[in-house]
T-cell receptor, first 110, second 113 residues
């Protein structure tokens, strides 16, 4: 079964501290994974995708097929990073369907 | 010039009523979606349309009926609203392919009283 798990509902850190938002997935084929972010009163938007291997706003995420993980990391958290973060798996079959994790609220304290 | 727009943003209605949420995208995407975000913030797909054709229907009650008059519009009609339908409904669009990005509307917060 296709599934995405984000074990932490809330992650609270101080400004300048490292951040790691955990994501594990279950998928039989070759996964396509994303991180989406929802800032307060804004729409859900793509933060990054695994295939791009890019760093966006200081965030990176590496796909680890052995551990079936796609954790989101940032070395130094900023207050403006406070938001809801969703890990998502593309449902395959070229449908564009996204399977989301439960979401993790990141709270960065001053 | 909003990419994906939904109306209304907020909807408060009584049990048993019928209501519609409208969605439009100007990105030229082939596929549109409805997602439901429940009170625990869990996001789950409900429907997907590709060029006006239903391609995903994720075990949603028959009271929910999507309608796509053209590929730029996907509306959601809900009959006989129940308390459990209270949620935030998000419309999205994309052109499916490898690692394609989905663009989301701002959401419609539906409250059934």
């Amino acid at each position: 079964a296709q599934r995405v798990t984000q074990p932490e509902k809330l992650l609270s850190v101080f400004k300048g501290a490292p951040v790691e938002l955990k994501c594990n997935y279950s998928y039989s084929g070759s996964p396509e994974l994303f991180w989406y972010v929802q800032y307060s009163r804004q729409r859900l938007q793509l933060l990054l995708r695994h295939i791009s291997r890019e760093s966006i706003k200081g965030f990176t995420a590496d796909l680890n097929k052995g551990e079936t993980s796609f954790h989101l990391k940032k070395p130094f958290a900023q207050e403006e990073d406070s938001a809801m973060y969703y890990c998502a798996l593309s449902g395959g079959s070229n449908t564009g369907k996204l399977i989301f994790g439960q979401g993790t609220t990141l709270q960065v304290k001053p | 010039d909003t990419a994906v727009s939904q109306t209304p943003k907020y909807l408060v209605t009584q049990m048993g009523n019928d209501k519609s949420i409208k969605c439009e995208q100007n990105l030229g995407h082939d596929t549109m979606y409805w997602y439901k975000q429940d009170s625990k913030k869990f996001l789950k797909i409900m429907f997907s349309y590709n060029n006006k054709e239903l391609i995903i229907n994720e075990t949603v009650p028959n009271r929910f009926s999507p309608k796509s008059p053209d590929k730029a519009h996907l509306n959601l009609h809900i009959n006989s609203l129940e308390l459990g339908d209270s949620a935030v409904y998000f419309c999205a669009s994309s052109t499916p392919g490898v690692n394609t990005e989905a663009f989301f509307g701002q959401g419609t917060r539906l409250t059934v009283v």
